[in-house]
T-cell receptor
Framework: GQQLNQSPQSMFIQEGEDVSMNCTSSSIFNTWLWYKQDPGEGPVLLIA?????ELTSNGRLTAQFGITRKDSFLNISASIPSDVGIYFCAGRETSGSRLTFGEGTQLTVNP | DTEVTQTPKHLVMGMTNKKSLKCEQHMGHRAMYWYKQKAKKPPELMFV???????INESVPSRFSPECPNSSLLNLHLHALQPEDSALYLCASSPRTTGDTQYFGPGTRLTVL
């Protein structure tokens, strides 16, 4: 089935630094979603993107739907300790009704 | 309000037990989902209900039996599980049956002894 390549797998950064992660697919997607998951909790939807080229912010988070419709990135500015967690991208193909998930980016923020 | 609730939060069961997981949403969403998630891996889709009807079963073993009593509730009945079924079980819902913009519940941590 369809797979998403999410990178990096993990990041270790200092508090205050900016973070960038991305996802790419071999198929065209209609929707890109970014989730954050804390240990033992369910994924929380951070940003949803529905249109190629769309750039959306949610506080310190910014995500973009790639113009080719095959990629998306998430930026976090001025990271803080509570940004720690696993970030998943997810997308829905044009003809599909399922979400495909990336493998996740584990973010560690050192105070 | 984008809240999906799940009970119980934790469940420990033996391989001969029968138990059920419950999920509820009051957002008027048309589709509801069950996922299984192992540690540090992405969620894996198990079942999809669209307008209260089962629309997708991802070849899940019959020891997992979903039920959708009404548009707000989703159950997952468990019977004769194996230790490898231990995982975080997530429920999600979405406004449309197209499968995008899914909102997840907090999950049930299941341990099978």
């Amino acid at each position: 089935g369809q797979q998403l390549n999410q990178s990096p797998q993990s990041m270790f950064i200092q508090e205050g630094e900016d973070v960038s992660m991305n996802c790419t697919s071999s198929s065209i997607f209609n929707t890109w979603l970014w989730y954050k998951q804390d240990p033992g909790e369910g994924p929380v939807l951070l940003i949803a993107l529905y249109k190629a080229g769309e750039l959306t912010s949610n506080g310190r988070l910014t995500a973009q739907f790639g113009i080719t419709r095959k990629d998306s990135f998430l930026n976090i500015s001025a990271s803080i300790p509570s940004d720690v967690g696993i970030y998943f991208c997810a997308g829905r193909e044009t003809s599909g009704s399922r979400l495909t998930f990336g493998e996740g980016t584990q973010l560690t923020v050192n105070p | 309000d984008t809240e999906v609730t799940q009970t119980p939060k934790h469940l420990v069961m033996g391989m001969t037990n029968k138990k059920s997981l419950k999920c509820e949403q009051h957002m008027g969403h048309r589709a509801m989902y069950w996922y299984k998630q192992k540690a540090k891996k992405p969620p894996e889709l198990m079942f999809v209900y669209s307008y209260e009807k089962l629309s997708i079963n991802e070849s899940v073993p019959s020891r997992f039996s979903p039920e959708c009593p009404n548009s707000s509730l989703l159950n997952l009945h468990l019977h004769a599980l194996q230790p490898e079924d231990s995982a975080l079980y997530l429920c999600a819902s979405s406004p449309r049956t197209t499968g995008d913009t899914q909102y997840f519940g907090p999950g049930t941590r299941l341990t099978v002894l």
